[in-house]
């Protein structure tokens, strides 16, 4: 007899699991969000280490707070309030495992079973896999380059109800599209009009290698609508799992209880090493180190994508963030590119569209990744990229004329 929960056939086939599988020699990862390992400040975390043990040997490995530690969270507040406008304090902030854990909670604090949920489409695979568990009805928005398609926006709001949004508006992972402010103001409208809450993702918003900064979603809330979640996994280093959530009175005292449940707190000693760090060494710095690094990998991205790519592929130049979105001619199916054709023989590893959209109907595009590879292995798995694109093209182009024929 099958015992296991409804949700579990909908959350298995999120195509999560295979993103962060361990690296097979010789392969060339562009399809996970990684960062480069290169980049994590390995001596001043271990520095770090060190001093919070030679000082706090006592608290270090007990219990902390479902919160986290109020050192940490005040500064988080004030990141926020310089870089992101956001108004918050201290009992308004809670450090969470990464970012994700803060889609999660706020998905099993706002969706039921049917309940309507607003993605971006594509979206972030990890926050699919997230709200699949608690088998909502998904409406796709489409991506502009200015953002999410805001009178879609609205005729769906109009026509469905409609609990929640999800949004990545700076760096959006896949596209790297950046909403504008006009968007941003809109949505809030919408927002208010019709009741709905809105789960803004700022992962990636210190990432920015161009153009300049705006207010958050959340900075602009008017009605205590706006949940925030940000990581420091792009910023430092993902093995630490920790990320933190703001949002109004209401909602976070709701969210408390929910992490208290989970894992009763994020981890102490963990949270305790960042602190030291950042009393440390400047986070703006290190931030400015890692994008000029990022940029450079973007540009040769780029650069390789133009010299090698088919004259049939279009693919996006954001201005931060992690991702590349190559999209091919409609009719072309880039999942069974991945999985049978030239591209798995050739050690490359890039994200197929199909487990971008909850629909899964869209399967031309191709999330890829710029910033977790050296610059030489750029260069020759885009050009292996573009070599098997180009031959599976010819061979379907080749396919049609014989069936014609």
Known sequence: MNRLASRIERTSNSGLDKLFAAKKENQ????AGYPDHKLFPEQELGQAAKEVFEKNQLKLLQ????VGLPELRQKLVKKMAWHDKIKTDNDHVMLTQ??????????????NKDDGLVVEGPTYIGALAAFQAYEPTFYEIPIKEDGMDVNFLEDTLKTHAVKMIYTVPDFQNPTGAVMSLEKRRQIIELANKYNVVILEDGTYRDLRYSGQNLPTIKSLDSEGRVIYVSSFSKILA???RLGWLTAEDKLFKALIGLKSGADIESSNLTMSIVNTYLDDNSLENHIALICNCYRQKKDAM????RKNMPSIAQFTNPQGGFFIWLTMPKNFNMDKFVNQQQLSKSGVLITSSTNLYPSGNIKNGARINFTGESLANIEVGIKKLGQALSAAWDEQIKNKIIQVG
């Open 63 to 66: 219990y902390n707070t479902s």
């Open 98 to 111: 990464g970012a994700q854990q803060g889609i999660y909670l706020t998905a099993r604090l706002m969706l």
């Open 302 to 305: 780029l650069s390789a994508m």
């Open 238 to 240: 993902p093995g630490l």
């Open 28 to 31: 060339i990862v562009f399809s």
